[in-house]
T-cell receptor, first 114, second 114 residues
């Protein structure tokens, strides 16, 4: 997990509250991703970024928004948390330079929505 | 039909055994193939990376790709208790970043019994 820091590591929140998860990288990689991992579903892409202020949706983007104001930081916001968003969230980075999508992951954030 | 199929296990073998982990896929455009290892409560880490068909060896690990059969394998020789983890296959059609990037299998939970 060197070079990628996710915060917080654990979060418990209530339904309807906004939640922001942070990913910080020191590798100066162009691409940053947010995934969620759930039993029976594996890893699913929520949103990704291909540069500062450049973001796009992934497979399961409903209820989530992202922002990237600096190369090193990528924020994931749950606008109004629901119990279905209880999951483990992983940030990943890649340099996207012809490397066939080698992703490097952070340690994850365990989010519980009560 | 899912794009990538992977037996979830658990797969339990005695220490020292040869382990074979497998994935099948349906998208003939995939040309980059990866194996990630994920320990409990950690993020996935890139273990093996292969382009196109053929074998790649790294220490006790061998990755094998058969594009004609749409089948990839990871072999672990002289398995150790420290190899106990979930192994995820991943594959990609392109060489750049973005949402067209990696498609993951759901992972196989491997247990090496001392």
């Amino acid at each position: 997990d060197a070079g990628i820091t996710q915060s917080p590591r654990h979060k418990v929140t209530e339904t309807g509250t906004p939640v922001t998860l942070r990913c910080h990288q020191t590798e100066n990689h162009r691409y940053m991703y947010w995934y969620r991992q759930d039993p029976g579903h594996g890893l699913r892409l929520i949103h990704y970024s291909y540069g500062v202020k450049d973001t796009d949706k992934g497979e399961v983007s409903d209820g989530y928004s992202v922002s990237r104001s600096k190369t090193e930081d990528f924020l994931l916001t749950l606008e109004s948390a629901t119990s279905s968003q209880t999951s483990v969230y992983f940030c990943a980075i890649s340099d996207g330079r012809g490397s066939g999508e080698k992703l490097f992951f952070g340690s994850g954030t365990q989010l519980s929505v009560l | 039909q899912k794009e990538v199929e992977q037996d979830p296990g658990p797969l339990s073998v005695p220490e020292g055994a040869i382990v074979s982990l497998n994935c099948t896929y349906s998208n003939s455009a995939f040309q980059y193939f990866m194996w990630y290892r994920q320990y409990s409560r950690k993020g996935p880490e890139l273990l093996m990376y292969t382009y196109s068909s053929g074998n790649k060896e790294d220490g006790r690990f061998t990755a094998q790709v058969d594009k004609s059969s749409k089948y990839i394998s990871l072999f672990i020789r002289d398995s150790q208790p420290s190899d106990s983890a979930t192994y995820l296959c991943a594959m990609s059609a392109g060489s750049g970043g973005g949402a067209d990037g990696l498609t993951f299998g759901k992972g196989t939970h491997l247990i090496i019994q001392p």
